[in-house]
């Protein structure tokens, strides 16, 4: 009695493909060619190896990279902290200079050229105060009007700036010029 209810169906009308539902028959159901997935499995495994030969490779790159500049800038820390006694060490030589025959005076001079010459071995030196402002060197505490020079060029230095290598320590403390203003 069920089959009434049904709409007629035409046995001549070509069936497509969405029509039908896959079934584990049908071959549009049915999975890659066994060797074909062997396959795409192995170039699978291969990009991950491949992926992970290059983050290796990477890692280890990196490790020897940071291992060298652990070596290179070790004493960092010390010579932060050594600066500001070098700062009144050299406080000290401007006081004793009034009397450049005294023993002190040489005495101190001589301990100054050692300091000096330990600090370059080390790779330390002293950043360039003469020329123009470098914003990446130097730190501006102060402008004065100069009607002799161009705007930025510094003046004075108030408190001598370090660097280790190739990295900024302390940067250098200057007095830069600035033009005049026009008087009213």
């Known amino acids: 009695m069920q089959a009434d209810n049904l709409p007629p169906q035409d046995s001549e009308?070509?069936?497509?493909?969405?029509?039908?539902?896959?079934?584990?028959?049908?071959?549009?159901?049915a999975a890659l060619d066994p060797w074909e997935e062997l396959?795409?499995?192995a170039a699978k495994w291969k990009e991950i190896s491949l992926r992970t030969a290059a983050e290796m490779e990477n890692l280890r790159k990196r490790t020897t990279r940071e291992r060298?500049?652990?070596i290179r800038y070790a004493n960092?820390?010390?010579?932060?902290?050594?600066?500001?006694?070098?700062d009144n060490f050299e406080m000290g030589m401007l006081a004793a200079s009034q009397d450049t025959k005294s023993m002190i005076y040489i005495g101190m001079d001589m301990v100054?050229?050692?300091?000096?010459?330990?600090?370059?071995?080390?790779?330390?030196?002293e950043i360039p105060t003469s020329g123009n402002f470098d914003p990446n060197l130097h730190d501006a505490v102060a402008q004065e009007e100069c009607a002799a020079g161009e705007e930025g060029r510094i003046l004075r230095?108030?408190?001598?700036?370090?660097?280790?290598?190739?990295?900024?320590?302390?940067?250098?403390s200057v007095v830069v010029s600035k033009a005049p203003t026009p008087e009213s």
Request: net charge negative.
């Open 13 to 29: 009308t070509p069936v497509t493909a969405a029509e039908v539902e896959p079934t584990e028959e049908t071959p549009a159901a």
């Open 157 to 172: 230095v108030t408190r001598r700036g370090f660097r280790l290598r190739d990295r900024l320590i302390r940067p250098a």
């Open 39 to 41: 396959e795409a499995e």
């Open 68 to 70: 060298e500049d652990a």
């Open 112 to 125: 100054r050229r050692q300091l000096n010459d330990f600090l370059t071995s080390q790779g330390v030196e």
């Open 76 to 86: 960092q820390r010390l010579f932060e902290e050594l600066i500001p006694v070098i």
